[in-house]
């Protein structure tokens, strides 16, 4: 196996069981960001994590839309874009990478790497993934996608306003006719274990609450549950790119999706694993998701 396997798959603590997302910075995990210029990785309070993770001279395995590659910290600076309170930027430190930029494409994730780690000799996989949606798959999945939405909101999992009235004749009689279904994405990367893995990115939609969720799917059944992807970050799927990243190339990828352009409310990264028992949020951050009004 390689060191790069080696050094990704010591992440598989990532696909237990568990709906909520790692700290930020959790696991020497980093979203990485492009500003003007600069590559960076913003140094955003957190609980734990090492104080030194990016100090100058720290390494970083950093992989993007076409493959990863090694960086280090050339420097820290004070920079704003990373945080909000109060709808004002914050001011934090910023660790500015140093590397092979053409290798990576466009940086999504920053993994914090020992001195001597070295790459050599990859065998990861690394596929831009197209969306997939059309009326087969609607077929294949629409009325197994409207079923779980049901069941999802028959246990609560939509926040609905108290003065929705159809959100009150939803819980009266929850039915499925109630529920508009669109699949957003769809993208079929190798799962081991799958015989035709499908991810997708779902909107739900009773009366006027919708909740996005990250599905895995086999087929026509649908693997493990809803990972959900609040809309709090501003961005339309539409807006997000998504690549497929298998450290190992052995059917153990990592979904990554990440902002290109210039989004109104800033850029995003997210992460997901997926494995054969379903999809895990690891990743979820914005550059600066609430404070625009406030430049």
């Not at 909520?20 to 990485?32: I, M, T």
């Not at 819980?171 to 035709?196: C, E, N, Q, S, Y």
Request: hydrophobic share 40%; proline share 6%.
């Amino acid at each position: 196996m390689t060191r790069l396997a080696l050094v990704l798959l010591s992440l598989a603590a990532l696909a237990a069981p568990s709906a909520a997302q790692d700290e930020y910075g959790a696991r020497g995990l980093f979203p990485v960001y492009k500003s003007g210029n600069q590559w960076v990785v913003f140094d955003k309070p957190r609980k734990s994590g090492k104080p030194g993770d990016l100090m100058p001279g720290s390494k970083f395995l950093i992989v993007g839309s076409a493959g990863a590659d090694l960086f280090v910290v050339g420097r820290t600076s004070a920079t704003y874009g990373g945080v909000c309170r109060g709808k004002k930027p914050l001011k934090l430190r910023a660790a500015l990478l140093k590397g092979p930029r053409s290798t990576v494409g466009d940086p999504v994730m920053a993994i914090k790497v020992p001195d001597s780690f070295q790459l050599k000799g990859s065998n990861a996989r690394y596929d831009a993934l197209d969306n997939k949606v059309d009326e087969p798959l609607y077929a294949l999945l629409g009325s197994t996608l409207t079923a779980a939405a049901l069941d999802e909101g028959k246990a609560g999992a939509y926040r609905f306003r108290e003065d929705d009235a159809g959100s009150a004749a939803f819980l009266a009689a929850p039915t499925a006719d109630k529920i508009a279904m669109k699949i957003d994405f769809a993208a079929h990367p190798p799962v081991a274990g799958l015989k035709r893995p499908t991810a997708l990115v779902t909107d739900a939609q009773i009366s006027s609450s919708h909740r996005r969720c990250l599905r895995l799917a086999d087929g026509d059944r649908l693997i493990g549950k809803c990972v959900e992807m609040p809309h709090d970050l501003m961005s339309e799927t539409a807006q997000l790119r998504f690549v497929a990243y298998d450290p190992g190339g052995n059917g153990s990828p990592f979904l990554l999706a990440y902002t290109k352009g210039e989004p109104l409310w800033g850029h995003e990264r997210w992460g997901f694993v997926l494995r054969g028992g379903g999809a895990r949020l690891f990743l979820r951050d914005a550059m600066d998701p609430r404070c625009r009004e406030g430049f």
